[in-house]
């Protein structure tokens, strides 16, 4: 059975456990990959940035309390962020990177600042 090159395609030649016909058809192949998945970590940093962005902004201005729909207009992401924080009185915190916020429970949040960096086990 003929073997296509996964690159372009091309009728392998030579021994059947090839997949690609030529080094630099390999090489395409491996550095689109690589691309693909740097395109994806650099969205998602994009994403948490602008997230992060727009905390930060509402926090200097001293906005603690604020509406959900308010952070959707700003164009907030609520599935991207860094990681969770229950403090002691078991209130969750969601944050993107030092800034957080918290669901009160009637759509509103409080935000929160946090840049004590946390090691975690
Ligand atoms: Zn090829």
């Known amino acids: 059975m003929e073997k ?3 690159d372009c395609g091309d009728t392998i030649r030579g021994r059947t456990d090839k997949k690609f016909c030529s080094d630099q058809c390999r090489n395409n192949y491996n550095n689109r990959l690589n691309r693909d998945s740097n395109n994806y970590v650099r969205n998602v ?8 962005r727009i905390l930060s902004d ?7 309390r604020v509406h959900k729909d308010a ?3 700003l164009g907030y992401n609520f599935s991207f962020f860094t990681h969770i924080i229950e403090n002691s ?4 915190f969601h ?6 916020y918290r669901e009160t429970g009637d759509d509103f949040l409080e935000l929160s600042m946090n840049s004590q ?5």
């Open 89 to 92: 009185g078991g209130q969750k």
């Open 117 to 121: 960096y946390l090691e975690y086990q």
């Open 71 to 73: 952070l959707f207009a």
């Open 58 to 64: 509402l926090y200097s201005e001293k906005m603690i």
């Open 45 to 52: 940093h994009g994403l948490l940035r602008k997230n992060r």
């Open 4 to 6: 296509k090159c996964l």
């Open 95 to 100: 944050y993107c990177f030092e800034y957080g």
